[in-house]
């Protein structure tokens, strides 16, 4: 994780030299020294990356190598802050001299001191980064056999603890077996294909892989049969030695095989298996490269031979597949965690009554992960059977796992380890948030921004390489989706306990991030980052002087008391160079002046109904790009909010008044470039009048509120009397946004008719009023809408030759009673609270790209006509609740009824919930 951070530092310095170029003219030599020196340390830590797992002097070099570039990052961005100081200092004065004020004289002899003994510092640093570097160029860093037979043993050890979590207590795995035996046994019959399974470690893949191995071997469907273990130090030579060697009697000695080219082997065993109904498993696959190279010593012998291959990587076991899709493995159920739970404590023998209802509740806080259980098994399996002694695991469990993470820990690091360096603190990352916390994808990436993490996007938008980011852990079976969005895509996400507790321990030993659960004392350890889940003035109260130079504060925990001047002195003074400020669900009922300070600030939430007026001074952070205000009573925003020049995303809980630019010289002053999301605003004249400006030229999300105040306006926080005007004539100035692809329009009266050129993707009514739906369907990039709670004119609505491209609808509280036409292009259809609708077109039976219906709170007739659509297209179909209906019960077969068991499975890797949420 070192190497991860002098990555993105040698990343962010270019942008530092260009950004904040004015305060970096008296140290721009050194920077630009420190940035080579960087540059060539990053090249050495990517190239030896590989060679120094388990080597005790490069780890050591590595550490050298974070904690002297922490100190780089440290002292650069303390001399743009003290440069800050020293000219808000110096224009201050020059006012107070302009306005004939008596002020107290500036001490520049103070700054200039400070200022060159930060200059010093960096090249102190620059120094020691180049005797760091000789000293590694003074040892050989190639391992010696010695050290190569030792990480032969680490790996040996490390496979058979592996197996030792994973193969044993085979329990559950029913219904997954029967999958895999029916792909590995029946379909193409004249064909080789390749399956396969994939989920997080410790899920039990290799576990079910042997179950259905042996189960076929009994069986005897196939005549040949090989197993074989790949790791991450994948051998291609090795490996093949290794199948002929297993089961093959082939006549040559290993000796007589290492002999051989790794393309004679390939040609030998592709001569063996040649004529041969095979069936190969291919265990703990990390890289595609892995099936390249094998794939061409697997015959297609016309005979159903088939190819196993476990990962945890849903982008390996894609990569492979001939047509079977790759198996999502899904946690255990709480019955099948019980079951392994006891089998693994009592091995076989009774379990006192008065002890299962807590061991099922203890199971069932391993999440359904074996691996879990396995470890927690063996605990109480040495602990006396007592009611009491069980009783203390409640609520605990993880702290007992913690206890023996030597039994998991390093099979989940393995998947940390094959990461690429961009991803290494994308995942950590999760580590802040609580146990089972859901986590906003949304306000994730933003973060992830704020915090330096996504470089590299070759001109594409921040936002969509993190949101690859985000995919690929969840493809590497580390993150899974909690939440889809309506339209898909992940909406929220979660990380499994030990895998959070894993980043916990990773972060503290890398100083990444600390958790702070109570009033603990903090101030001796210098963490980039600090989560708080204790309220807000009782960590103050215990950390008075914190030291920890954290670039992020995050609160989680709920406070009983307002955020007061005194707590934000506290922020003040041991963070001025926090980049990230998220107080969760603290109170606030004002916002520091002061806040001004901190100029390195990107990402600021606050969510407080106290919070009513946002002052002039937070607009000096010049920095920041993400303010999210949501849950706070704005109802206006300062005229200054033209100064926040990189500001990316604005999030208000609405309607607030969006100010006019003042008049100014400063023509940049007068757009806001950057900004991408804004909601909710005001829908007003002035509203118009800045979209048809173009002071929003970059508008892709956008949330608008008319908030019936046609006389009287809040403008500045005062309320002024305004001639009439009509809400749709300033909705037409949207055509003017010709980025916008989002858009949520609130409380109107009608919906804007000159809009059709724009390319809205996605469109969201609340209590708007529809004269014509044409003008929404001749959107023609339109793919998801919801209307809620809107009124119209046109009944019935016609559709045909509408709504080409939408893929999604949600009517909730739509009251229509028919519609004529089809949309082509449907692939999931949500009507809620609707009681009058009872006719359905006929082209909807054509609609053979519908998958998925919800009908929540309709009438039985609608549900019986849905259904009647669903046996012609085999859709699938939710109903909530379920009407007390004796034709919708017979039928009921084949669609879920909205409900969820204890005993639901997720997958392992990207699980799908029962339906997407809304």
């Known amino acids: 994780m070192g190497d991860s951070f002098v990555n993105l530092l040698t990343q962010r310095l270019p942008q530092l030299l260009i950004q904040e170029a004015i305060y970096l003219v008296g140290v721009k030599d050194q920077v630009i020294s420190f940035e080579k020196q960087l540059k060539r340390i990053n090249a050495f830590l990517e190239e030896s990356k590989k060679k120094r797992e388990d080597h005790e002097f490069m780890m050591e070099i590595v550490r050298q190598i974070r904690d002297v570039a922490a100190r780089g990052e440290d002292v650069i961005d303390l001399y743009i802050y003290l440069k800050a100081e020293q000219k808000k200092a110096e224009q201050k ?24 003994d930060i200059g010093k510092e960096i090249e102190d640093i620059n120094l020691e980064i180049e005797k760091i570097y000789k000293d590694k160029e003074k040892h050989d860093n190639e391992k010696t056999e010695e050290e190569a037979r030792m990480e032969a043993r680490v790996v040996k050890a490390l496979h058979n603890r592996r197996k030792n979590v994973e193969e044993e207590d085979v329990v559950g795995f029913v219904h997954d077996s029967t999958i895999l035996m029916k792909q590995l046994t029946t379909g193409k019959q004249d064909q080789l294909d390749v399956c396969s399974i994939f989920g997080m470690g410790g899920l039990g893949k290799t576990t079910l892989a042997k179950k259905v191995y042996n189960k076929v071997r009994q069986k005897k469907h196939f005549n040949c049969y090989a197993w074989v273990y790949v790791s991450q130090d994948f051998r291609c030579k090795e490996l093949l030695i290794e199948i002929l060697k297993s089961q093959m009697k082939i006549l040559e000695s290993k000796r007589e095989l290492e002999e051989l080219s790794e393309e004679e082997l390939k040609t030998k065993l592709a001569e063996y298996l040649r004529g041969k109904k095979y069936l190969v498993v291919v265990d703990d696959v990390w890289t595609t490269e892995v099936w390249d190279e094998l794939k061409v010593v697997f015959p297609n012998n016309h005979n159903g031979s088939r190819i196993l291959i476990t990962s945890r990587e849903k982008k390996v076991v894609s990569h492979s597949s001939r047509g079977t899709s790759p198996y999502p493995l899904p946690f255990l159920s709480e019955d099948e965690s019980w079951e392994l739970l006891r089998k693994k404590v009592f091995k076989g023998k009774h379990c006192p009554t008065d002890l299962e209802e807590l061991g099922r509740e203890i199971a069932a806080s391993c999440d359904g992960l074996p691996l879990s259980i396995v470890v927690l098994g063996g605990l109480l399996a040495n602990e006396e059977k007592k009611k009491h002694v069980w009783e203390r695991y409640i609520g605990n469990v993880n702290w007992y796992l913690r206890q023996e993470k030597s039994q998991w820990e390093a099979i989940l690091a393995l998947s940390y380890t094959q990461l690429p360096r961009h991803l290494k603190p994308c995942f950590l990352y999760f580590g802040l948030y609580p146990e089972d916390y859901e986590i ?129 002195k506290w922020v003040l003074k041991n963070f001025k160079l926090v980049r990230v400020l998220n107080f969760g669900r603290t109170r606030f009922d004002c916002i520091c002046n002061d806040i001004e300070e901190l100029i390195h600030l990107k990402y600021l939430r606050i969510k407080s109904r106290d919070l009513n007026v946002i002052l002039p001074s937070i607009c000096n952070l010049w920095n920041l790009e993400t303010l999210d205000a949501r849950g706070c009573t704005l109802k206006c925003l300062p005229i200054e909010i033209w100064k926040l020049q990189r500001l990316r995303n604005l999030y208000l809980s609405g309607p607030v008044s969006f100010p006019k630019p003042s008049d100014t010289d400063n023509k940049s002053l007068s757009k806001l470039q950057e900004l991408q999301v804004l909601s909710t605003i005001m829908v007003d004249p002035q509203t118009a009048s800045l979209m048809t400006a173009g002071k929003l030229p970059n508008i892709r999300k956008l949330g608008i509120c008319y908030s019936g105040l046609n006389k009287r306006e809040l403008r500045g926080g005062f309320a002024v009397i305004t001639p009439e005007w009509k ?119 054509k609609m053979t790209s519908l998958q998925d219906v919800e009908l929540l709170c309709t009438n039985i007739q609608l549900v019986r006509m849905f259904q009647e659509m669903q046996k012609k297209i085999g859709f699938r179909l939710q109903i909530h609740p379920l009407p007390n209906d004796k034709f919708v019960r017979k039928h009921r077969h084949g669609y879920s009824m909205g409900t969820n068991t204890g005993t639901t499975r997720q997958h392992g890797g990207s699980f799908n919930e029962h339906y997407w949420r809304i």
């Open 440 to 568: 906003s994808v949304r306000q994730l990436i933003q973060l992830w921004i704020a915090e330096g993490f996504i470089h590299d996007t070759d001109g594409r938008n921040m936002e969509d390489v993190a949101e690859i980011y985000l995919e690929e852990l969840i493809g590497r079976s580390l993150i899974q989706v909690a939440s889809n969005r309506t339209g898909g895509g992940a909406k929220t996400c979660r990380i499994h306990d030990l895998l959070r507790d894993f980043c916990i321990s990773k972060s503290k030993e890398e100083m990444f991030f600390k958790v702070c659960k109570g009033p603990e004392h903090n101030s001796t350890e210098r963490t980039r980052r600090l989560s708080i889940f204790c309220s807000a003035d009782e960590y103050i109260l215990s950390n008075p002087s914190d030291g920890s130079c954290a670039r992020s504060l995050l609160f989680f925990g709920q406070n009983s008391h307002v955020f007061n001047d005194d707590n934000w």
């Open 727 to 845: 809400p749709q004539e300033v909705l037409r100035c949207l055509r003017r946004l010709r980025l916008l692809q989002v858009l949520k329009v609130i409380d109107c009266s009608e919906f804007p008719t000159r809009v059709k050129s724009l390319e809205i993707t996605k469109i969201t009514l609340l209590r708007v009023h529809l004269n014509d739906m044409a003008v929404l369907g001749m959107l023609s990039k339109l793919r998801i809408l919801k209307i809620q709670d809107c009124s119209f004119n046109q009944t019935p609505y016609a559709l045909a030759g509408w709504f080409q491209q939408l893929e999604v609808i949600k009517l909730d509280n739509f009251q229509i009673q028919k519609w004529i036409g089809a949309m082509p292009s449907l692939k999931r259809l949500i009507i809620k609270n609707n009681k009058i609708l009872t006719i359905l077109p006929e082209e909807s039976c």
């Open 93 to 116: 004065k020059a006012k107070q001299k302009r306005w004939n004020f008596v002020s107290k004289p500036v001490d520049f002899m103070k700054y200039s001191k400070r200022l060159h």
